[in-house]
């Protein structure tokens, strides 16, 4: 059975990158019938933020992609926060010290320091790696008398892998294929922090494997790790999960990926939904509060470096499912593109129309406005491709329900002869006296006239109160002969 899991730092909100990546791992479950895991890795205790935890599980929920098994929902290998499992993580230490996969490391900040001044001096970078460990203060350059000595007086340590130097590693990555990698480059990870926390590479490997995960799908920014990681599987003799490292979502302006670091730059969310700052209360919209349907929101996200193969772009939630696959994710980082957001929860106003009918009927509740759903479905018919959200559709459909009270004056003020003005509605409205009062009615009398532009320009302000909205005859016939008449008159008395 396949398994993967989505594994999140609580460290702050989740961005576009890592719900993507969610998406992946929930999408692969779903299509062979295996299990998607939650699990929360918060080894980093300095940078933990608790409501962190509780909202990468209204995100999730909001996206509509739950977890079968994990944190908040429970399952066979709880639990599921990493810094809850330290015990699990000391056995296998144990080991790995007694296979001397793993050492002792006692140096200060101090002896880091130094040792790094005299790299400097001999014109190299200092990397605590394979070339290095024997001049520091280790297990690796202490007797056993000693160590035990050290570990007796609780001396603060640090354990770290011991990386064997020269070996070739190929590793065949479901994405980007066959990846070498020569371990001489590698450096000497720390695996138990001095506070006697795991790090994310032990965790992270440790509870793969207890949690029997067949695939990682993860961001590329993985990949270094991903060396590391196969030769800790190796010393243990274990085989490590099929490994896919997604593309990076990079910011439109050209300036790197999406990432809470440049949230500020942004001219779009980021996050799916709102994110409080726990020292500040200031509150970041996600993509629910700025009125995008979950549904359209994962739809664009699995299209940001993932295609089904041809040109079809709209996907329910289980035509993704069927659809979806690893070798069809693209290597180079996609551009996330605003326009094509906004595109996507369009598509699905279009497919809601239900949502938009409720939402006016409750704004016209509320003001205590009455009228039948036929003429509402005809209004939302008339306005609908010029809305991109729900909430967006009173202001493309007020003045159906209400008289303006304000006139755009900038029109008015540029016409030097004021007097016209008024002897044109005038006309007009001799004119507008006609039954039926129809959309070709209307058609053929202001045909006729001889300065049509500049007199719908002044009936439209007259009706709707601004030179904007949709077609002007298709506005003048749904409110019929007397209100458009009585809102005229009301605008020659205001001018």
Known sequence: MIRVRFAPSPTGPIHLGGIRTALYNYLLAKKYNGKFILRIEDTDQDRYLSHAESYIL????WCGIEPDEGFGYGGPYAPYQQSKRGHIYRLYLDFLLKKKYAYYAFD?????KIKRKECE???VNFTYDHKIRMSLNNSLTMTKEKLTKKLKSKIPYVIRFKVTPGLSLKVHDMIRGCIEFNTNYLDDKILLKSNGTATYHLANTVDDHIMK???VLRGEEWISSMFLHILI???FGWSPPNFAHLPLILNRNGKGKISKRNISSLDSP???IQWIESNTN????????LGYFPDAFINMLALLGWNPGNNREIFSLKELINFFSIKKINKSGVFFDKKKAIWFNKQYIIKNKNKIFLFLEKKLKNRSISYSNDFLWKVINLTIDRVNFVHEIWNHTYYFFIEPNYYEKDFLYEIKDKNSIVEN???LLDKLNIDPFSFSQLKCIFQGLKEKKFSMQLIRLAIVGKLKGINLLKILEMLGKRHSIKRIKKFIKSI
């Open 121 to 123: 001096k001999l014109g």
């Open 270 to 272: 980021l996050f799916p």
């Open 213 to 215: 995960i067949t695939h």
């Open 233 to 235: 599987y190796q010393s």
């Open 282 to 289: 200031i509150k970041i919209n996600g993509y629910k509060e």
């Open 425 to 427: 509605i005038k006309i």
């Open 108 to 112: 200060t900040d101090k002896d880091i």
């Open 58 to 61: 209204k995100s999730l929920k």
